[in-house]
């Protein structure tokens, strides 16, 4: 199997954190002596705020508030993770990048920098009461009412575009997945979409 390079889409609450460590598992098995690098940019960010510095300091702001990082941090994070992690043979997964269409003109040269073979975008379609109703069964205090309207019309706003940037550009596979299945109907329509 040659390296893969997946690219997941979808708003709060469509599963794609869930669907993304799915396919690894498959891929996994499929070809166990590769390495699989998974880049979560919202994992990158919170690790980030973890740390003792006036920019830790600022992205807990951020993200205590619900507000949207700047730029140049998401692209800070993954463009960083790939320049220390990347060593071109492996399973690519990326989470969480590409959120304004800004990111999406860097993600797109970074893939192509690195000849990173048929990329796959997997946008794991889901209505706004789908998602609405999957957050507030998670059970965390900023899945309510207000926050999840915010978070699903910043991602109708800022996201679509940038995912539409992908969908038109022929140097990657796109795929639309209907998110609102079971989790297992799920994984079984990205499998026979990607062709594994």
Do not use: C
Not at 18 to 29: C, D, G, M, N
Not at 49 to 58: L, P
Not at 130 to 155: F, H, M, P, V
Request: net charge negative; proline share 4%.
């Amino acid at each position: 199997m040659t390296p893969q390079t997946f690219i997941f889409f979808g708003p709060s609450g469509s599963g794609k954190g869930t669907q993304a460590k799915l396919l690894q598992e498959e891929i996994k098995k499929r070809d166990p002596e590769r390495n699989i690098l998974y880049i979560e940019t919202g994992q990158g960010l919170r690790e980030l705020s973890n740390e003792n510095s006036f920019t830790a300091q600022k992205i807990k702001e951020t993200l205590e508030n619900g507000d949207l990082a700047p730029v140049f941090l998401p692209i800070w994070v993954w463009a960083g993770l790939m320049m220390k992690k990347l060593n071109g043979n492996e399973h690519l997964f990326m989470d969480g990048m590409s959120r304004r269409i800004e990111e999406a003109y860097v993600l797109d040269s970074a893939v192509q920098f690195y000849k990173r073979e048929n990329p796959t975008i997997i946008s794991i379609e889901v209505s706004d009461e789908w998602a609405t109703q999957l957050l507030k069964g998670r059970g965390r205090s900023d899945d309510n009412d207000q926050e999840i309207k915010k978070r699903l019309g910043w991602y109708h706003q800022n996201v679509v575009p940038a995912i539409e940037y992908f969908k038109n550009n022929s140097y990657y596979k796109f795929i639309s997945i209907n998110g609102e299945q079971t989790i297992e109907e799920v994984h079984r329509e990205i499998m026979q979409k990607v062709g594994l």
